[in-house]
């Protein structure tokens, strides 16, 4: 095969081979990351807002962030400020990290990992990590997503369950996307509990800390893209109207109800009817009471 290839002068991104080739990642995957690799340093762009700009459909989108998490290109955290809002941050990486190196690369020195931007027609390496921050939700005690709520609800398990390690309610809440993160790669609550107190000094200083340090430096690797390819899809829920039948008595809008034993009619229909039959069948004894009373009061006059 021929090819011809100019070299750009300006507005171009390195991109490694080893990205483009990748054999696990998707057309989707990829195209997400370089686009975002290629944003002006210090640009705040979320994955989502890339994913719409370079026209990745929802589901694609889903998937293609799976893979990219799962081969160390993308790094989340979920973490509640001091004003009790949530705020996604995410480290986006040229080459594969681990989750500690992810971690370390995000809480060096305070300094993130950005490179200053290259003269025109200068090649430089890109920046191996760039950030991205976004700020949702308003206050709340609880973390927004299922995952992290499930973190949450594990770290309060721990430090209910091990005396040693009682973290108070704003360090589960900082925790909980470390937690989260377990869960994602596939490991059980027991696994996670056993990681967290098995070995445990006598004496701990700080609870946060050690919690924090177990959590970074035993993160189980996550599952490659082969594995989480054989994962069964989720069903989605059942709507609440599934099952649910239209009322056939005297409504003036449509009555839905959920039949018991296959009634057509809703409560309040069957209730009514049933008070109607009540007083028919009371109006039919005090008639037929009537009537023998008049009966017999003939019979009586007969007899005189």
């Known amino acids: 095969m021929l090819k011809h290839a100019s070299a750009p002068t300006r507005f171009f991104t390195q991109v490694p081979n080893e990205i483009i080739r990748h054999p696990r990642l998707s057309a989707e995957a990829v195209r997400l990351l370089t686009w975002q690799l290629s ?101 709340t005690s609880h973390p927004p997503h299922p995952l992290a709520e499930r973190g949450a609800q594990a770290l309060t398990a721990v430090s209910r369950g091990e005396r040693k390690l009682r973290l108070a309610p704003s ?34 200083n700080s609870p946060a800390g050690l919690t924090r340090d177990r959590l970074v430096r035993k993160m189980p690797e996550p599952p490659s893209f082969a594995d989480q390819r054989t994962v069964e899809p989720v069903e989605p829920p059942t709507p609440r109207v599934a099952g649910m039948r239209e009322c056939r008595g005297d409504h003036m809008h449509p009555c839905l109800f959920r039949p018991v034993d296959g009634e057509v009619l809703c409560r309040d229909c069957r209730q009514e009817q049933a008070e109607e039959a009540q007083d028919d069948a009371s109006g039919a004894i005090g008639a037929a009471l009537r009537g023998g009373s008049l009966v017999r009061a003939a019979l009586r006059g007969g007899q005189r």
């Open 39 to 139: 944003l002006p340093d210090g640009a705040d762009v979320a994955l989502g807002e890339t994913a719409h700009r370079a026209g990745i459909k929802k589901t694609a989108f889903i998937r293609a962030k799976r893979e990219l998490i799962a081969e160390g290109y993308v790094h989340e955290w979920r973490e509640q400020g001091a004003r009790g809002r949530w705020v996604t941050t995410q480290l986006i990486s040229n080459e594969p990290l681990t989750a500690e190196e992810a971690t370390t690369a995000r809480n060096g020195g305070g300094d993130r990992p950005t490179a200053p931007g290259p003269a025109v027609g200068e090649p430089t390496r890109p920046p191996v990590g760039r950030y991205q921050e976004k700020t949702t939700g308003a206050n």
């Open 171 to 204: 360090d589960i809440a900082q925790l909980a996307p470390l937690a989260a993160e377990w869960l994602l790669r596939g490991s059980t609550l027991r696994e996670l509990r056993e990681a967290l107190t098995s070995g445990l000094p006598d004496r701990i």
